[in-house]
């Protein structure tokens, strides 16, 4: 998991999993608690691996894909990125490293939401044409509808690994999708719901 705002849905499957009590979940992101908004390897049992700051879950995914290969290991690697972090000059470093070493063994999934912390991607640093650069950079490309499960399913059902190429699945998504005064806002990107916001929101998602 390199995408970093998404650590909460690491923890809970942590806590579910056993690693550490349910009850730890209510601390989530308060203030001296050790489940940070970023994943924190510090503290956590069951995380391995920090992922503040954005940009280094790529080459780690690359790297345990590539000794896999090396020690003759059938298993896959799949890393979930966000949009903003293919800013990091460290992913494109990955992605050349993967193609070069034809690790059919790895699938990167970006979350292409196209907002990122303070301003649209598009703003900050474009990404586009984003499915050309990973294809020119010699991965297989698929482009999917993130929020539909079964084309999630689909897609990665149908990715082998007995190819010579890496896999990008670009994932478009909106952002806070299903909630009206969310979705495909920047300002939510680092803020909670309080209140009647939170019964406003949890109302809709239940509606749908």
């Known amino acids: 998991m390199s995408k970093g705002h998404a650590g909460a849905a690491i923890y809970a499957a942590l806590a579910e999993s056993g690693y550490f009590p349910a ?3 209510k601390e989530y992101c308060a203030r001296g608690s050790r489940l940070c908004g970023h994943i924190s390897h510090i503290g956590v049992p069951g995380v391995e691996l920090s992922t ?14 590539y000794a896999a290969r090396l020690d003759e290991k059938g298993h896959r ?4 990125m ?5 800013d990091e000059g460290s992913n494109w470093e990955a992605v050349l490293f993967s193609a070069h070493y034809q690790l059919s063994n790895l699938t990167a999934i970006v979350d292409y939401n196209k907002i990122q912390s303070l301003a649209p991607v ?10 050309e650069k990973w294809k020119a950079f010699g991965w297989d490309v698929k482009e ?16 082998s690994s007995d190819g010579c190429l890496p896999t990008c699945v670009i994932a478009h ?4 999708k299903g909630v009206s005064f ?18 406003a929101a949890m109302t809709e998602l239940e509606e749908r």
């Open 82 to 86: 966000s949009d903003g972090e293919c």
């Open 122 to 131: 598009e703003d900050t640093i474009r990404l586009e044409p984003f499915a």
């Open 173 to 176: 998504t909106v952002k806070g």
């Open 77 to 80: 690697v799949f890393v979930l």
């Open 52 to 65: 503040g700051s954005l940009g280094h879950g790529l080459p780690v995914g690359t790297g345990m894909a």
């Open 23 to 25: 009850e730890w979940l």
């Open 144 to 159: 999917v509808d993130g929020h539909d499960h079964t084309a999630l399913f689909d897609c990665l059902n149908g990715i």
């Open 182 to 199: 969310m979705e495909n806002s920047v300002l939510w990107h680092y803020r909670s719901p309080q209140g009647e916001e939170f019964e």
